[in-house]
Nanobody
Framework: QVQLVESGGGLVQAGGSLRLSCAAS????????MGWYRQAPGKQRELVAT???????HVTESVKERFTISRDNAKMSVYLQMDSLIPADAGVYYC??????????????????WGRGTQVTVSS
């Protein structure tokens, strides 16, 4: 069973930093793009950042001066370094991976698979 598990969320004061991690596991053959979305209460899920397998990164304009995305292909992991956090950054952060994997006797994907999310709270 393939899964993505986020960690690193929590409560931080405005101006502080958090580093989110997301590790994939299971019968994975390859992970193409990986990235992060976030969802604030009452709002739609929005894209934060993506990174290709080769390391080409895209960070959404509203946070690009403060957030950095990276990945470690050997560890099948993606990271989001968040600095100078503001209350508007609060929400549940979800990682995703575009994954090709084995399931039973077949090969599936590439499919976009998601983690369950990690909560980020920023106090003012």
């Amino acid at each position: 069973q393939v899964q993505l598990v986020e960690s690193g969320g929590g409560l931080v004061q405005a101006g502080g930093s958090l580093r989110l991690s997301c590790a994939a596991s299971g019968s994975i053959l390859i992970i193409n793009d990986m990235g992060w979305y976030r969802q604030a209460p009452g709002k739609q899920r929005e894209l934060v950042a993506t990174i290709t397998r080769g390391g080409n990164a895209h960070v959404t304009e509203s946070v690009k001066e403060r957030f950095t995305i990276s990945r470690d292909n050997a560890k099948m992991s993606v990271y989001l370094q968040m600095d100078s956090l503001i209350p508007a950054d609060a929400g549940v952060y979800y990682c995703f991976g575009n994954v090709r994997y084995e399931s039973g006797f077949s090969i599936r994907g590439p499919d976009d698979l998601w983690g369950r999310g990690t909560q980020v709270t920023v106090s003012s």
